[in-house]
């Protein structure tokens, strides 16, 4: 009884809202992972676009959905949490259908007119454009529908989620290419958007906080943006923690497409690629006690050498447990650096702009998706294109591309030594202030 106590207790201290955005979050990435996890597949393999055509349709859908959210905030904060996720889900079931859809007979006629490659492109703007909404309403609704006292839990509540999400969803892509075919992970995307759409209208209702809050215009958020781009320290951080991600990135370009390459087509490459997702699931706690008491540009810094070590471990030994030892690697890296990235930016924004510096964390994201994509299909192809050669749909190898390896360790070696002179530089700056 005491347990059960404390179990109602535990789930009484939330508003309904904060369950049901979070639910609604857990879904919307679980669709999302599970396509995202076999797009460059699906792109080059079905739809038999080249790599690098490949690689730029991953980037600007990869880049609109990290970068659109700065702009969707404000709609989404005008207009309602409820009907932004309503549209959203709207957008994002009919986005992924039409994709789904694409080189079969029920967009035929569209295919005669507009060329494949910018019908894909169309497509998957107009489903980023239903993703950017998702996450302001699920931030915004636990930010209102939380209490001081409960608010850090909420976001590692919705944190894990997100993770759990990343984890499952590859799974379930896994399952339905190999049963159904690869189109079919779309479906079940969009089946799934769909059902949190009816999930929105039935449960859905926004915290009451949100119905007295004034909202900033698209006006002022421009404006906001100007002051945030126009801040050449901050700008420097960002594009620097962008070549972060980008190596981050080739494990939905690169890693797939040398799995069923390299070493076998019938690899399982979503359940190898879900590895980073499952290793913070487990490993998240145990990370963070470990590094706690190191000063965030430390455990950034430290956080960045480890992720390097990754392509390292690949170059060794290009095997698939090699590869899912690497993604545990990377994934030690990525828990040491991430959680101390936004405690590093909260504490150099200007004073008084902390909240406005936090809404643009996602920034290196898209920017490194809409190098990344196209950076990574090209690598990938210069580096591969005297090893592999394809007969049909039979693939003979004639060596290994380590140098994919060492370029993107190079990135992560540079990426570290950058960071390392960015903070040199700001920490004598503000010596001599202080002085």
């Given amino acids: 009884m005491a347990e059960q106590s404390r179990i109602r207790k535990f789930f009484s201290s939330f508003q309904p809202s904060f369950w049901v955005a979070n639910s609604l979050e857990l879904f919307e990435r679980l669709a999302y992972y599970a396509q995202q996890v076999v797009m460059i597949i699906f792109l080059r393999n079905h739809l038999k676009f080249s790599e690098i055509d490949a690689g730029t349709l991953s980037s600007i859908f990869g880049g609109f959905v990290y970068l659109l959210p700065i702009f969707a905030g404000t709609f989404a904060d005008k207009y309602g949490f409820r009907k932004a996720f309503s549209f959203a889900f709207l957008i994002m079931m009919t986005g992924y259908f039409l994709i789904g859809s694409v080189g079969t007979p029920l967009l035929s006629g569209v295919a005669k007119v507009v060329p494949l490659f910018w019908l894909l492109a169309i497509l998957l703007i107009f489903t980023a454009i239903g993703e950017s909404f998702i996450k302001p309403s699920v931030l915004g609704t636990i930010a209102l529908s939380t209490t001081p006292e409960t608010k850090s839990l909420g976001y590692a509540i919705y944190y894990m989620l997100v993770n759990v999400g990343g984890a499952v969803g590859p799974l379930i892509a896994y399952f339905f290419r190999e049963r159904i075919g690869i189109e079919s992970v779309y479906m079940v995307s969009a089946t799934t958007c769909g059902l949190m759409f009816l999930g929105t209208l039935i449960f859905y209702k926004a915290p009451q906080a949100a119905l007295s809050i004034e909202q900033p215009s698209l006006r002022t958020k421009l404006a906001d943006m100007a002051r945030v781009l126009m801040n050449g320290r901050f700008m420097v951080f960002l594009l620097i923690f962008s070549l972060y991600w980008i190596m981050f990135w080739q494990t939905f370009v690169i ?44 455990a950034i810094v430290v956080g960045f050498g480890i992720s390097t070590l990754t392509w390292f471990v690949i170059a060794i030994h290009p095997t698939i447990w090699m590869i899912v030892g690497a993604l545990v690697v990377w994934s030690i890296g990525e828990m040491t650096q991430a959680p101390r990235y936004y405690e590093y930016i909260a504490d150099h924004a200007p004073k008084g702009q902390e909240a406005l510096f936090q809404g643009y964390a996602f920034l290196p994201i898209a920017i490194a998706w809409f190098i990344g994509g196209t950076f990574g299909a090209w690598l990938y192809s210069s580096m591969t294109k005297d090893l592999l050669v394809r007969t049909g749909e039979t693939v003979r190898v004639l060596g290994q591309p380590t140098g994919i390896w060492l370029v993107l360790a190079g990135i992560g070696i540079l990426a570290t030594i950058l960071m390392l002179m960015y903070n040199y530089h700001i920490s004598r700056k503000e010596r001599a202030v202080a002085a």
């Fill in 255 to 298: 890693i797939p497409l040398y799995l069923t390459d390299f070493i076998s087509k019938s690899a399982p490459f979503e359940i190898i690629e879900s590895v980073d997702a499952w290793a913070i699931i487990v490993l998240q706690v145990i990370v963070n006690r470990m590094t706690k008491k190191l000063p965030p540009v430390t």
